[in-house]
């Protein structure tokens, strides 16, 4: 088998396709590398699958629905299984943009119907034995329970109170500016 240049034959070459996807992301999307390589790896198990598709054109709508099966064969949860046909519709969506001769819609395809998970939730006892659990009396004992109340009043990540800067905080209204996931803003 002769390794084609990625514009070479009828189409470009799915690998190639792939990285130009990965760049429209960072330039057009702002998506973060972490996404990126949630992404790839989604794709490489994708091409694992296709291994007989070497081209754009050669994708279709029945290589995502078999990839589907595969992974519900495979015992992965539904949620699991939709975060990768969110991944694999992008990337189907995104194919007409770099060869108009690609037709095919990844939109009509279902994700997997799945239980959602309720939230554990701390009954008021174990809040109050986590807020009285800093030893106010040492150093830092304020600061963490002013971390924990801050978290449990207005349903801050970890990450986001980590990150969180002096000047995000307004004092006289109350507000604080949070950059969440995907750097996104919002006052709570």
């Not at 084609?4 to 690998?15: H, V």
């Not at 007989?52 to 992965?76: H, N, S, V, W």
């Not at 959602?116 to 030893?135: G, N, R, T």
Request: charge should be negative.
């Amino acid at each position: 088998m002769n390794d084609l240049s990625p514009f070479e034959g009828d189409s470009l070459k799915i690998e190639d396709a792939i990285e130009e996807y990965f760049k429209s992301l960072r330039v057009e999307g702002g998506v973060s590398n972490q996404t990126i390589e949630n992404y790839r790896e989604d794709l490489k198990l994708f091409l694992l699958l296709s291994k007989e598709k070497k081209r754009i054109l050669d994708l279709t709508i029945g290589d995502i629905l078999d990839f589907m099966a595969y992974q519900e064969e495979r015992g992965l949860a539904p949620s699991t299984i939709s975060r990768r046909l969110s991944t694999l519709r992008g990337f189907y969506n995104f194919l007409p943009t770099i060869d108009e001769r690609f037709k095919e819609d990844p939109n009509r395809i279902e994700p997997p119907v799945g239980f959602k998970k309720l939230p554990i939730v701390l009954a008021s006892e174990d809040i109050e034995a986590l807020f009285e659990a800093p030893d106010l009396n040492k150093d830092g004992g304020i600061r963490d329970r002013a971390m924990l109340e801050i978290m449990y009043a207005s349903g801050l990540r970890v990450s986001e109170l980590c990150s969180l800067k002096f000047k995000n905080v307004d004092f006289t209204t109350g507000l604080l500016t949070i950059y969440g996931k995907g750097n996104k803003q919002r006052s709570v």
